[in-house]
């Protein structure tokens, strides 16, 4: 497609309900990228120039808090709100990024040792730049790209995720990276894509794709799974290190998410990140200390409890004398019992209670998640607290807050015929309880979406 394609919207809301979002978000979303479209053509100015196009999505965790990067599982499912993004190559190294929402624009040089400023939305697509530079033959091209998006920033809903996997897809099309040596060894399907793109992130090596320093954040691969391996109108269950599909669960026809975003930002640059990493690190002592102590090498702490029955009650029983990494005795064993039950009692059951219909069941499943959350795992606040305990008296039939945690969001799990009521109570009862949080707050439906999808 030429740039001038992207002002057809009536074409370009056509195409993106072929690809799985719904009338309403096809319609917002050919919008977007005709902002994307004209904002690109400031900076290149030939509408006739062949320009990629891409939809990636941010993501709903249903259950499965921060179970991931220790092997575990989780059920999650991808928003209708997302990234566009429209770019055209350049036949530099130059990468010219501007977000066409904001006017805010950055340009910088697509070099395996480019210094990545820390801090602020440039930290990830700089980082992306360099690992690619670094991992693959180049000298890679650049490009000129416009983005635009309607996610709710900081809000649990992987936006920072979702910006790296925008500038993956620019990049990996304009090169041909598909066809290079390196990438056809460790890269063989979006599940595979999407633990790459997770050691991106989190600066570890993938296969034989070297790492670097990442974003400073140390998470799994769910954010990156769920955008890209989720299905239109389902929730996938996946489990982690490897990534690997579980199932997919259709979401009930009559139902649709309500997302309160509350306005409280746990931004990934800043301090949310230390507390987001303690809970990782906490995860990883647990591992470490079981090994030391037992001799064995088990790949995840989800292996090791699958492979031994007993090895619950030994970790408690290690756990009791152990420091390490500055991590108290009590403190290790929270976290894993807050492990323990959300992978093996939350997730697997929940997943059964929405596949069989019995959304009373589930709902007092994800009722549980969010009590052993505030309890066990410590990443909650008042404000993603009420507003879960809101949704459910107003008749929601699940709700839990979701992300990392430290800030963030919750969905709810309303019926479409309701939805529009129920989510102007929802807010009309946050706005009452948390006035200033409210005024950065963010209320929306979205069905469960596509995975992120490329145009023409």
Known sequence: MTLGDFTDTKA??????????????????????????????????????????????????????????????????????????????????????RNSATGDFTEFPLHPNLEVRPGGW????????????????????????????????????????????????????????????????????????????????????????????????LGGSEDHTAILCSRPGHVGQFSYCPTRVDRYIAVPKEYVFAIGSSGV??????????KYNRASKMARAIWEVWCRETGRDDESLSTLLADDPEAVGKLRSILERARINSFTPWELKKRLEHFVRENEEIVGPAGEALANGELSIFGQIVDRSQEIADALLGNQIPETGYLARSARELGAAAATAFGAGFG??????????????????????????????????????????PAAFGIG
């Open 265 to 274: 930002v746990a931004r990934k640059t800043g301090s949310a990140m230390v």
């Open 122 to 217: 440039t930290n990830y697509p700089m980082t992306v730049a360099r690992r690619l530079a670094r991992n693959f033959t180049g000298p890679l091209r650049g490009a000129d790209i416009a983005f635009i998006s309607d996610l709710p920033g900081a809000a649990g809903m992987s936006s920072s995720s979702a910006m790296m996997i925008m500038l993956f897809f620019v990049l990996s099309v304009i090169n041909n990276l598909e066809e290079q040596v390196e990438y056809r060894k460790n890269i063989s399907d979006r599940l595979s894509l999407a633990g790459y793109l997770a050691a991106v992130e989190n600066g570890q090596g993938y296969g034989t794709l070297r790492g670097d320093g990442g974003v400073g954040t």
């Open 12 to 97: 370009l809301a056509l195409c993106l309900r072929e690809k799985g979002l719904g009338d309403t978000a096809s319609v917002e979303k050919s919008e977007l990228f005709t902002r994307c479209a004209n904002s690109l053509r400031i900076m290149a100015p030939d509408k006739y120039a062949e320009a990629l196009a891409f939809f990636v999505p941010g993501r709903i965790e249903i259950v499965g808090k921060h179970t991931d990067y220790v092997g575990g599982r989780s059920i999650v499912a991808a928003l209708e709100r997302g990234f566009c993004v429209i770019a055209t190559a350049r036949d530099d190294q130059l990468l010219r990024i």
């Open 408 to 449: 963030g969001s919750v969905w709810a799990l309303v019926k479409k015929e309701k939805a529009e009521t129920f989510l102007n109570d929802w807010f009309k009862r946050y706005e009452l309880s948390f006035p200033e949080p409210a005024k950065n707050a963010s209320f929306f439906l979205t069905q469960a979406g």
